[in-house]
Structures are given as structure tokens and as C-alpha cells.
């Protein structure tokens, strides 16, 4: 009978920490949902007081909607489809540039990488 008291509470306390286990996953997972929430919330802000500034809603409306202010001219530039492109770096120097700096990250610490992310190096 003993034996079987001592089974039942054990089986009962690894249910229980079993739950505590899921319920602190689920706090971590929400909380790094939050954490990334308040980065975009964050970004959304500091967009929204760029657009403050009328030189920058003005260099938007020309960049994107293609605007230009009144007695303003417009020259635009056509390129010969046959010309070669000038100073334009080849993909495959791209791809292995790339690479060198996936290389180079897989290489650093997490501490190291964190602290040139925050510090700006």
C-alpha cells in the first residue's frame, strides 16, 4: 500500500512539474513575442516622426510616387541596352563576399555578436 502512495505522489509531482515546464515555455515564447512587438511598435514610432519633417514626406512623395514640386524639371536618363554596366560588382563576388561573412559570423561568440549589435562595431 505504501508503495503504491509513493508511486501515486511521484507521478503526481512530475505531472505537475511537467505543466510548470509548459507554462514557462509559454512565458518565454510570449515574452520574446513581446519583446519583438515593442521593437516594431518602436521602428513604427520613430517612422511615423520622420514623416514629420516635410523634406522627408517631400523626398518620399518624389521617390516613390514619382512627384515633382511645381516649376521643378525632371531629366531623366536612359541607358543603351547594349552598354556594359560601369563599377557594378559581379555576383559571384557577391556570393563569396557573402559567404566570407557568414563564415565570419558562424565563427563569433553570441556574446560578441550581441555586443557589436548594441554597440554599433
Known sequence: MLGLLTIWL??????????????????????QEI????????????????FQDPDVVELEAKRRLNLKKQG?????????????PQNIVQQDEIDSFEAKLIEQDASQSNVLKWW????GY
Open 10 to 31: 511521484g507521478w503526481s509531482a512530475a505531472k505537475e512539474a511537467y505543466k510548470k515546464y509548459q507554462v514557462k515555455k509559454e512565458i518565454d515564447k510570449l515574452s
Open 35 to 50: 519583446l519583438n512587438l515593442e521593437q516594431k511598435n518602436s521602428n513604427l514610432v520613430s517612422l511615423i516622426d520622420s
Open 72 to 84: 521643378e524639371e525632371v531629366a531623366v536618363i536612359l541607358r543603351d541596352k547594349n552598354d556594359e
Open 116 to 119: 557589436r549589435y548594441i554597440t
